[in-house]
Protein backbone atom coordinates (compact mmCIF):
# COMPACT_ATOMS: atom_id res chain seq x y z
CA UNK A 1 0.00 0.00 0.00
CA UNK A 2 1.49 3.78 -0.88
CA UNK A 3 1.82 5.00 2.38
CA UNK A 4 3.47 8.48 1.71
CA UNK A 5 3.61 10.11 -1.87
CA UNK A 6 5.65 12.97 -2.64
CA UNK A 7 6.13 14.90 -5.33
CA UNK A 8 9.47 16.82 -5.65
CA UNK A 9 10.32 19.83 -8.01
CA UNK A 10 13.88 18.81 -8.60
CA UNK A 11 16.13 15.81 -8.75
CA UNK A 12 18.08 16.91 -6.00
CA UNK A 13 14.86 16.96 -4.00
CA UNK A 14 14.07 13.72 -4.70
CA UNK A 15 17.51 12.25 -4.29
CA UNK A 16 16.99 13.52 -0.56
CA UNK A 17 13.69 11.90 -0.17
CA UNK A 18 14.65 8.87 -1.63
CA UNK A 19 18.15 8.48 0.79
CA UNK A 20 16.19 8.51 3.64
CA UNK A 21 17.39 5.55 5.24
CA UNK A 22 14.69 4.94 7.77
CA UNK A 23 11.89 4.96 5.43
CA UNK A 24 11.06 2.59 2.12
CA UNK A 25 10.50 4.86 -0.64
CA UNK A 26 10.35 4.05 -4.35
CA UNK A 27 11.14 6.12 -7.35
CA UNK A 28 7.69 6.62 -8.77
CA UNK A 29 7.34 7.26 -12.79
CA UNK A 30 3.83 6.69 -14.21
CA UNK A 31 3.25 4.41 -11.39
CA UNK A 32 1.53 1.74 -13.77
CA UNK A 33 3.30 -0.42 -12.28
CA UNK A 34 4.47 0.45 -8.72
CA UNK A 35 0.50 0.87 -8.38
CA UNK A 36 -0.07 -2.82 -8.82
CA UNK A 37 2.63 -3.90 -6.69
CA UNK A 38 2.15 -5.58 -3.12
CA UNK A 39 5.31 -3.81 -1.22
CA UNK A 40 3.83 -3.50 1.96
CA UNK A 41 4.19 0.13 3.41
CA UNK A 42 6.42 2.23 1.00
CA UNK A 43 6.61 5.95 0.25
CA UNK A 44 6.62 6.99 -3.37
CA UNK A 45 8.41 9.67 -4.58
CA UNK A 46 6.94 11.13 -7.84
CA UNK A 47 9.13 12.26 -10.43
CA UNK A 48 7.01 14.13 -12.83
CA UNK A 49 7.55 17.22 -11.50
CA UNK A 50 11.14 16.99 -11.73
CA UNK A 51 11.94 17.77 -15.31
CA UNK A 52 13.14 14.58 -16.52
CA UNK A 53 10.73 15.13 -19.63
CA UNK A 54 12.94 16.29 -22.24
CA UNK A 55 14.37 14.80 -25.63
CA UNK A 56 17.09 16.44 -27.18
CA UNK A 57 20.09 15.56 -29.62
CA UNK A 58 23.86 14.86 -28.43
CA UNK A 59 26.06 15.24 -31.40
CA UNK A 60 25.08 11.36 -32.92
CA UNK A 61 22.70 10.26 -30.30
CA UNK A 62 19.52 11.41 -29.03
CA UNK A 63 18.94 12.17 -25.13
CA UNK A 64 15.18 11.32 -23.38
CA UNK A 65 15.13 11.81 -19.83
CA UNK A 66 13.04 9.39 -17.46
CA UNK A 67 9.91 10.90 -17.66
CA UNK A 68 9.05 11.17 -20.95
CA UNK A 69 6.12 9.58 -21.76
CA UNK A 70 6.18 6.60 -24.40
CA UNK A 71 3.63 8.04 -26.10
CA UNK A 72 5.98 10.78 -26.42
CA UNK A 73 8.30 8.94 -27.65
CA UNK A 74 5.98 7.20 -30.01
CA UNK A 75 5.27 10.15 -31.47
CA UNK A 76 8.39 12.26 -31.19
CA UNK A 77 10.37 12.87 -35.10
CA UNK A 78 13.87 11.86 -33.91
CA UNK A 79 12.60 8.51 -32.46
CA UNK A 80 13.55 5.88 -35.03
CA UNK A 81 10.47 4.58 -36.57
CA UNK A 82 11.46 0.48 -35.23
CA UNK A 83 11.19 1.95 -31.73
CA UNK A 84 8.10 3.39 -32.38
CA UNK A 85 6.73 0.35 -33.93
CA UNK A 86 8.28 -1.54 -30.93
CA UNK A 87 6.65 0.95 -28.05
CA UNK A 88 3.31 0.22 -30.43
CA UNK A 89 3.42 -3.73 -29.91
CA UNK A 90 4.75 -3.50 -26.58
CA UNK A 91 2.19 -0.68 -24.76
CA UNK A 92 -1.85 -0.28 -25.08
CA UNK A 93 -2.03 3.46 -25.83
CA UNK A 94 -3.55 4.15 -21.55
CA UNK A 95 -0.07 2.73 -20.49
CA UNK A 96 1.94 4.71 -23.09
CA UNK A 97 0.19 7.77 -21.53
CA UNK A 98 1.11 6.89 -18.29
CA UNK A 99 4.27 5.14 -18.27
CA UNK A 100 7.77 6.37 -18.42
CA UNK A 101 11.10 5.71 -20.08
CA UNK A 102 12.33 5.32 -16.47
CA UNK A 103 9.43 3.04 -15.13
CA UNK A 104 9.55 0.94 -18.47
CA UNK A 105 13.32 0.22 -18.55
CA UNK A 106 13.43 -0.04 -14.28
CA UNK A 107 10.53 -3.20 -14.62
CA UNK A 108 10.48 -4.14 -18.18
CA UNK A 109 11.35 -8.16 -18.66
CA UNK A 110 12.76 -9.72 -20.98
CA UNK A 111 9.64 -10.24 -23.58
CA UNK A 112 9.79 -6.04 -24.59
CA UNK A 113 10.39 -5.52 -27.74
CA UNK A 114 10.88 -1.93 -26.66
CA UNK A 115 13.90 -2.54 -23.95
CA UNK A 116 15.48 -5.17 -26.47
CA UNK A 117 15.75 -2.67 -29.25
CA UNK A 118 17.08 -0.16 -27.01
CA UNK A 119 20.00 -2.72 -25.74
CA UNK A 120 20.74 -3.63 -29.83
CA UNK A 121 21.33 0.18 -29.93
CA UNK A 122 23.83 0.42 -27.08
CA UNK A 123 22.00 2.72 -24.88
CA UNK A 124 23.83 4.45 -21.99
CA UNK A 125 21.72 5.25 -19.03
CA UNK A 126 22.32 7.82 -16.25
CA UNK A 127 21.61 7.91 -12.36
CA UNK A 128 20.93 10.00 -9.75
CA UNK A 129 22.75 11.39 -7.96
CA UNK A 130 26.18 11.75 -9.45
CA UNK A 131 25.14 11.48 -12.53
CA UNK A 132 26.53 7.93 -13.23
CA UNK A 133 26.57 6.48 -16.54
CA UNK A 134 26.47 2.89 -17.47
CA UNK A 135 25.76 1.32 -20.49
CA UNK A 136 22.27 -0.25 -20.04
CA UNK A 137 23.78 -4.16 -21.37
CA UNK A 138 26.18 -3.91 -18.28
CA UNK A 139 23.65 -2.79 -15.89
CA UNK A 140 20.24 -5.09 -17.50
CA UNK A 141 21.92 -8.54 -16.43
CA UNK A 142 22.24 -7.05 -12.68
CA UNK A 143 18.87 -5.23 -12.33
CA UNK A 144 17.37 -5.93 -8.93
CA UNK A 145 21.07 -6.68 -7.36
CA UNK A 146 22.74 -3.65 -7.89
CA UNK A 147 21.94 -0.38 -8.82
CA UNK A 148 24.28 1.97 -9.98
CA UNK A 149 21.96 5.25 -8.23
CA UNK A 150 18.36 5.71 -7.01
CA UNK A 151 16.91 6.28 -10.33
CA UNK A 152 17.60 6.58 -13.79
CA UNK A 153 17.37 10.37 -14.97
CA UNK A 154 17.73 10.23 -18.65
CA UNK A 155 18.80 7.14 -21.59
CA UNK A 156 20.93 8.00 -24.49
CA UNK A 157 21.14 5.90 -27.67
CA UNK A 158 22.79 6.28 -31.22
CA UNK A 159 20.72 7.61 -33.86
CA UNK A 160 22.94 6.51 -36.99
CA UNK A 161 22.97 3.35 -37.01
CA UNK A 162 20.51 1.02 -38.99
CA UNK A 163 17.78 -0.49 -36.93
CA UNK A 164 15.33 -3.88 -37.23
CA UNK A 165 13.78 -6.38 -35.18
CA UNK A 166 11.75 -9.17 -36.22
CA UNK A 167 9.47 -11.12 -33.74
CA UNK A 168 7.35 -13.93 -32.89
CA UNK A 169 4.45 -13.91 -30.25
CA UNK A 170 1.50 -16.78 -30.49
CA UNK A 171 -1.06 -14.59 -31.43
CA UNK A 172 -1.25 -11.08 -32.91
CA UNK A 173 -2.51 -9.61 -29.14
CA UNK A 174 0.14 -12.06 -27.16
CA UNK A 175 3.23 -10.86 -25.97
CA UNK A 176 6.94 -12.30 -27.74
CA UNK A 177 8.09 -15.03 -27.45
CA UNK A 178 11.17 -14.64 -29.61
CA UNK A 179 12.55 -11.43 -30.19
CA UNK A 180 15.82 -10.34 -32.43
CA UNK A 181 17.10 -6.69 -32.37
CA UNK A 182 19.51 -5.51 -34.76
CA UNK A 183 21.63 -2.56 -35.02
CA UNK A 184 24.37 -1.84 -37.76
CA UNK A 185 26.41 1.42 -37.55
CA UNK A 186 28.27 2.76 -40.38
CA UNK A 187 31.28 1.58 -39.69
CA UNK A 188 29.98 -1.99 -40.24
CA UNK A 189 29.84 -2.57 -36.52
CA UNK A 190 26.69 -4.54 -35.58
CA UNK A 191 25.31 -5.36 -32.89
CA UNK A 192 22.56 -8.03 -31.89
CA UNK A 193 19.75 -8.10 -29.01
CA UNK A 194 17.96 -10.98 -28.09
CA UNK A 195 14.43 -11.48 -25.90
CA UNK A 196 11.26 -12.89 -25.84
CA UNK A 197 12.02 -14.75 -22.01
CA UNK A 198 13.77 -14.21 -18.98
CA UNK A 199 13.75 -11.41 -17.02
CA UNK A 200 15.66 -9.30 -19.13
CA UNK A 201 17.01 -9.33 -22.89
CA UNK A 202 20.27 -10.05 -23.61
CA UNK A 203 23.20 -9.14 -25.99
CA UNK A 204 24.11 -12.17 -28.33
CA UNK A 205 26.47 -9.94 -30.10
CA UNK A 206 28.64 -6.92 -30.81
CA UNK A 207 31.37 -7.31 -33.51
CA UNK A 208 32.70 -5.31 -36.04
CA UNK A 209 30.70 -6.48 -38.66
CA UNK A 210 27.89 -8.88 -39.78
CA UNK A 211 29.60 -12.24 -39.77
CA UNK A 212 28.71 -15.06 -37.58
CA UNK A 213 25.21 -13.55 -36.36
CA UNK A 214 23.43 -16.65 -37.05
CA UNK A 215 25.57 -18.72 -35.20
CA UNK A 216 25.76 -15.81 -31.55
CA UNK A 217 22.16 -16.07 -32.01
CA UNK A 218 21.85 -19.98 -31.82
CA UNK A 219 24.64 -19.94 -28.83
CA UNK A 220 22.86 -17.43 -26.85
CA UNK A 221 19.50 -18.71 -26.42
CA UNK A 222 20.84 -22.92 -26.94
CA UNK A 223 18.98 -23.87 -23.37
CA UNK A 224 16.41 -20.33 -23.18
CA UNK A 225 13.24 -22.78 -22.58
CA UNK A 226 10.37 -21.45 -20.80
CA UNK A 227 6.72 -22.62 -20.93
CA UNK A 228 5.87 -20.39 -23.37
CA UNK A 229 8.86 -22.11 -25.99
CA UNK A 230 11.08 -25.12 -26.21
CA UNK A 231 15.04 -23.83 -26.54
CA UNK A 232 15.04 -26.04 -29.61
CA UNK A 233 12.57 -23.61 -31.12
CA UNK A 234 14.03 -20.17 -30.16
CA UNK A 235 17.88 -21.33 -31.12
CA UNK A 236 16.28 -22.53 -34.65
CA UNK A 237 14.48 -19.42 -35.25
CA UNK A 238 16.39 -16.61 -33.51
CA UNK A 239 18.90 -17.11 -36.58
CA UNK A 240 16.20 -17.03 -38.99
CA UNK A 241 14.78 -13.73 -37.76
CA UNK A 242 18.51 -11.73 -37.47
CA UNK A 243 19.03 -12.90 -40.99
CA UNK A 244 15.89 -11.14 -42.02
CA UNK A 245 16.50 -8.16 -39.62
CA UNK A 246 20.04 -8.18 -41.56
CA UNK A 247 18.01 -8.14 -44.89
CA UNK A 248 15.62 -5.95 -44.46
CA UNK A 249 18.89 -3.39 -42.94
CA UNK A 250 20.57 -4.19 -46.74
CA UNK A 251 17.25 -3.17 -48.15
CA UNK A 252 17.50 -0.15 -46.58
CA UNK A 253 20.90 0.56 -47.27
CA UNK A 254 20.66 0.11 -50.84
CA UNK A 255 17.75 2.12 -51.43
CA UNK A 256 19.90 5.18 -50.07
CA UNK A 257 22.58 4.16 -52.00
C1 LIG B 1 -1.47 -3.17 -18.59
C2 LIG B 1 0.02 -3.31 -18.50
C3 LIG B 1 0.71 -3.90 -19.56
C4 LIG B 1 2.09 -4.09 -19.49
N1 LIG B 1 2.74 -4.67 -20.54
C5 LIG B 1 4.05 -4.91 -20.44
C6 LIG B 1 4.77 -5.52 -21.52
O1 LIG B 1 4.20 -5.86 -22.54
N2 LIG B 1 6.09 -5.75 -21.39
C7 LIG B 1 6.74 -5.40 -20.25
O2 LIG B 1 7.93 -5.62 -20.16
N3 LIG B 1 6.10 -4.78 -19.23
C8 LIG B 1 4.77 -4.54 -19.30
N4 LIG B 1 4.13 -3.94 -18.26
C9 LIG B 1 4.90 -3.51 -17.11
C10 LIG B 1 5.56 -2.22 -17.48
O3 LIG B 1 6.95 -2.42 -17.55
C11 LIG B 1 5.25 -1.14 -16.49
O4 LIG B 1 3.87 -1.05 -16.23
C12 LIG B 1 5.63 0.27 -16.91
O5 LIG B 1 6.55 0.32 -17.91
C13 LIG B 1 6.22 0.97 -15.78
O6 LIG B 1 6.40 2.31 -16.15
P1 LIG B 1 5.98 3.42 -15.11
O7 LIG B 1 6.59 4.70 -15.56
O8 LIG B 1 4.50 3.44 -14.92
O9 LIG B 1 6.74 2.88 -13.81
P2 LIG B 1 6.24 2.85 -12.30
O10 LIG B 1 5.04 1.96 -12.16
O11 LIG B 1 6.16 4.22 -11.79
O12 LIG B 1 7.51 2.14 -11.65
C14 LIG B 1 7.83 0.80 -11.98
C15 LIG B 1 9.14 0.42 -11.24
O13 LIG B 1 10.19 1.20 -11.78
C16 LIG B 1 10.80 2.00 -10.77
N5 LIG B 1 11.11 3.29 -11.37
C17 LIG B 1 10.24 4.20 -11.86
N6 LIG B 1 10.91 5.24 -12.40
C18 LIG B 1 12.23 4.96 -12.26
C19 LIG B 1 13.43 5.64 -12.60
N7 LIG B 1 13.42 6.83 -13.24
N8 LIG B 1 14.62 5.06 -12.29
C20 LIG B 1 14.67 3.84 -11.66
N9 LIG B 1 13.56 3.16 -11.30
C21 LIG B 1 12.35 3.71 -11.60
C22 LIG B 1 9.76 2.10 -9.66
O14 LIG B 1 10.36 2.34 -8.40
C23 LIG B 1 9.11 0.73 -9.75
O15 LIG B 1 9.89 -0.23 -9.09
C24 LIG B 1 2.78 -3.70 -18.32
C25 LIG B 1 2.08 -3.08 -17.28
C26 LIG B 1 0.73 -2.89 -17.36
C27 LIG B 1 0.01 -2.24 -16.22
Redesign the pocket.
Given at each position: MIQEYFRPATVDEAVALLQDDEKLR????????????G?GQVG?V??QDTG?DQIENRGQRIMAG??V??ETLMTHPRVHPEIQRAIRI???E??RN??????????????????TVLLALDTTLT??PGDERVRMGNWLPLRGQE?P?????EAEWWMRPHLAFEYVARSPKD?PILIVAVAQWGSGRTRVALGGTGETSIIAMDGPDASGIDVACRDAYHDAEDPWAKALYRREVAPKLALRCLDRIDAIIESEA
Open positions: KPMGGGTSLSRLLVDLLAMRLDVSNIMASLGGWLASSDGRSIFTWASGLFITR
